[in-house]
């Protein structure tokens, strides 16, 4: 994205590091993705997930994490470590913008991000902002955001914090993980390793490969962050993860492979994403927040061990952010986005690097009790030309905690170099996807309690989908989709609940589908969660259920729905050692989300950390 651009509160959660007037440091993330600013904003449905809540539900992997958060829907291809897809409000799962460190992440060739190769031992929080984006961001957000922070210090940490883990559990899996904080000064650090290891079990009965399909990640973090003066601050950030993963290929669809009867797929990976922030107070009212960085996402792809194809896609981004705060709680947003794709394979790509320049404006402002949002946008693609894009969203606080809003946004999608030049599958004569949205919303936040209930509906014209009449992507006129989400969160009699609740109408308008559901969307999406603390020990369970959904666009492949329950326990000794257990799937429900690929049975899992308080 290259030009200028008034940026809304978005802008300015991707640089969390900032210097307030009082000169002291925030070190940890800003939640404001929702705003790209440090002025949160209600008018956004969104949700957290904190390194708080990674430990004390002991979640494994992303996947885990976002299963059941409102308005996300999960296809996995054959447990850990493979293929995975999210879906955010029925959009395509290359419809969410994915942010690590405030660097944009994912495919330049399949336009989704690796989901299943991000370490979650790494992660020191999820944001998750529902609803199209593109008029902060651009490109890949008609869906929404979602921006994961790496482990970073807090405010509160010592010269040297350190953490060791160890866990092993069924399937042959086990992990181990140390991690060292701290700050100094005006000097901050975080550094990070992992290992982890499954042997897996056997994604595809139906195929010709009865063997058990294992993964295996290495992965690093670091993080360093100093306040040079009182209005420059400066933070460098790196993700590293690889490894390699064994899966079962789709013969449905391709045909079974000559070189034998039983194909061993591995694909070797490698993800790095790295970058660098800088924050200035210029003026009282004037912050300028600068990133850079680069994500790669590459991997080689072997059949029996031979070479089946290079798949090596490098993103650069930059941005420049100007944030003036006119009055108390008024704040207009100029910005300016850079971002450059390039394909480094072996497949024979026609085209292999495109860049795209933006710039945006972006006002938030009160007025008595009346909440505003406007933002507009304007991408300059190297082969789509000049798209706009604009969002609008009011809202009115009453007295008693309750805020009704209402907002409407538009988005666009360029066609990923796959679905464009992919040898003997891609269409060049795609047309880029546009959207515009409706939503309306009302929510409250009382003493002990939280809640929200939000209505959309989203058109999305020029919607590419796989067309089995010409054997490649194809635009399709248009797809509605309309849904409700309902959270509600708080604590009662000392036990903590969240619990969401997503509806889901996603269909095809065109003349071909008309009415049928667009694929691997569950119609209904359940989840709760419940935690209880009893001194040094905590008990919790989660419910998750998943309605029924299609693995095609005819709709000729229903997946049936599933209700899976998990239980976990810890135990703190002598505030240093913490001993976690969780069983997840205790109902050994057989479920698919993607049809074809099983999922887990009932996994059972151990945990030991150790956090020395220095």
Do not use: C
């Not at 955010?88 to 660097?103: C, Q, Y």
């Not at 902060?136 to 883990?165: C, K, M, Q, W």
């Not at 006002?363 to 798209?387: C, K, V």
């Amino acid at each position: 994205m290259n030009k200028l651009i008034i940026a809304s509160p978005l802008l300015l959660s991707t640089f969390p590091v900032s210097v307030y007037a009082d000169n002291t440091l925030a070190l940890t993330p800003l939640t404001v993705t929702s705003t790209r600013s440090q002025q949160d904003s209600r008018l956004v449905s969104s949700t957290v997930i904190s390194r708080q809540d990674i430990e004390r539900k002991q979640l494994n992997n992303i996947a885990q994490a976002l299963r059941g958060v409102a308005g996300i829907n999960i296809a996995n291809s054959g447990g850990l470590g493979k293929q995975t897809s999210i879906f955010m409000r029925g959009t395509e799962s290359d419809h969410v913008l994915v942010l690590i460190d405030g660097v944009r992440v994912g495919s330049a060739t399949s336009g989704n991000a690796a989901w299943q190769n991000i370490p979650i031992s790494q992660i020191d929080s999820i944001e998750v902002i529902r609803g199209p984006k593109s008029s902060l961001y651009g490109a890949d957000a008609i869906g929404g955001v979602i921006h994961i922070h790496t482990r970073n210090a807090e405010a509160s940490l010592p010269a040297f914090s350190p953490e060791i883990s160890v866990g092993v559990g069924t399937y042959g899996h086990y992990k181990v993980g140390a991690a060292v904080n701290g700050k100094y000064d005006k000097a901050w650090y975080s550094l990070s390793a992992s290992q982890e290891e499954t042997e897996g079990f056997n994604a595809r009965e139906d195929l010709y490969e009865p063997d058990r399909d294992g993964f295996e990640n290495y992965a690093a973090a670091a993080r360093l962050g100093y306040q040079f003066t009182d209005w420059l601050t400066m933070e460098g950030h790196l993700l590293y993860s690889a490894g390699h993963n064994q899966y079962d290929g789709n013969f449905d669809a391709f045909g079974a492979p000559t070189s034998s009867s039983e194909p061993h797929y591995t694909d070797e990976y490698t993800e790095l994403t790295y970058g660098a922030k800088a924050s200035i107070q210029a003026l009282d009212f004037w912050r300028i927040d600068l990133a850079g960085g680069e994500s790669r996402d590459e991997s080689t792809n072997y059949l029996d061990g031979s070479n089946n194809g290079i798949f090596d896609t490098h993103r650069m981004s930059f941005s420049a952010l100007n944030n003036f705060t006119l009055a108390p709680k008024h704040l207009v947003s100029l910005g300016y986005d850079f971002q450059n794709d390039k394909v480094l394979s072996d497949a024979g790509y026609d085209k292999t690097e495109r860049y795209n320049h933006a710039v945006f404006i972006q006002y938030q402002g009160e007025f008595a009790q009346n909440q505003i949002a406007l933002a507009y946008r304007s991408d300059f693609n190297q082969q789509f030309g000049q798209n706009s894009t604009w969002n609008a969203s009011w809202g009115y606080a009453f007295d008693n905690g309750i805020l009704v809003s209402a907002s409407y946004g538009t988005g666009f999608k360029a066609p990923t170099f796959n679905e464009l030049y992919y040898p003997g599958f891609g269409n060049d004569n795609l047309n880029p996807e546009k959207s515009e949205s409706y939503e309306i919303g009302v929510s409250g936040e009382h003493d002990f309690w939280h809640w929200s209930i939000n209505g959309y509906l989203t058109y999305i014209d020029d919607l590419i989908v796989y067309d089995s009449s010409i054997f490649a992507p194809n635009n399709i006129s248009q797809a509605r989709i309309m849904g409700l989400e309902a959270m509600l969160g708080g604590q009662v009699y000392g036990f903590d609940i969240q619990a969401n609740y997503s509806a889901l109408n996603p269909e095809s308008m065109d003349s071909e589908t008309y009415g049928n559901i667009l694929p691997r969307r569950a119609q209904q999406t359940f989840r709760l969660d419940i935690d209880r603390q009893f001194g040094d020990a905590s008990f919790g369970t989660t419910l998750n259920y998943e309605g029924r959904r299609f693995d095609d666009l005819a709709n000729t492949k229903p997946i049936d729905s599933f209700v899976t329950w998990d239980l976990r326990a810890e135990y703190e000794f002598y505030e240093q050692f913490t001993l976690q257990g969780s069983i997840n799937n205790i109902l050994n429900t057989q479920y698919q989300t993607a049809a074809g690929y099983n999922t887990p049975g009932v996994t059972v899992f151990f945990n030991v950390r150790y956090a020395p308080p220095l």
